[in-house]
Nanobody, 121 residues
Framework: QVQLVESGGGLVQPGGSLKLSCAAS????????MSWHRQAPGKERELVAR????????NYLDSVKGRFTISRDNDKNTVYLQMNSLKPEDTAVYYC??????????????WGQGTQVTVSS
């Protein structure tokens, strides 16, 4: 059973921090690209951060650069998103994603259930 189980969301004040975790099971985590996406009400889903299987390539949404950090622990089959200096604009449902690149094609595209992050005073 493939699962991506997220935790760490919640309510924080502007300037605060949260660390999201996504625990993966049911597939070979170390072979997969992992990423975090978010979607606010009335907005398109956007890629927040992405990390390749070994962490060699990392991409961030421009608005979170310097504030958010994606990391992964392949031994624990877990990907993290450390979020610092949070802003109300960061309020969204955050989704964990995993996919395998096979012969240039995206394969086995898995998604977590989403976790709510609310930044408000």
């Amino acid at each position: 059973q493939v699962q991506l189980v997220e935790s760490g969301g919640g309510l924080v004040q502007p300037g605060g921090s949260l660390k999201l975790s996504c625990a993966a099971s049911g597939f070979t985590f170390s072979n997969y690209v992992m990423s975090w996406h978010r979607q606010a009400p009335g907005k398109e889903r956007e890629l927040v951060a992405r990390m390749t299987s070994t962490g060699g390539n990392i991409n961030y949404l421009d608005s979170v650069k310097g504030r958010f950090t994606i990391s992964r622990d392949n031994d624990k089959n877990t990907v993290y998103l450390q979020m610092n200096s949070l802003k109300p604009e960061d309020t969204a449902v955050y989704y964990c994603n995993a996919f395998l690149v096979l012969f240039g094609s995206r394969n086995n595209d898995y998604w977590g259930q989403g976790t709510q992050v609310t930044v408000s005073s």
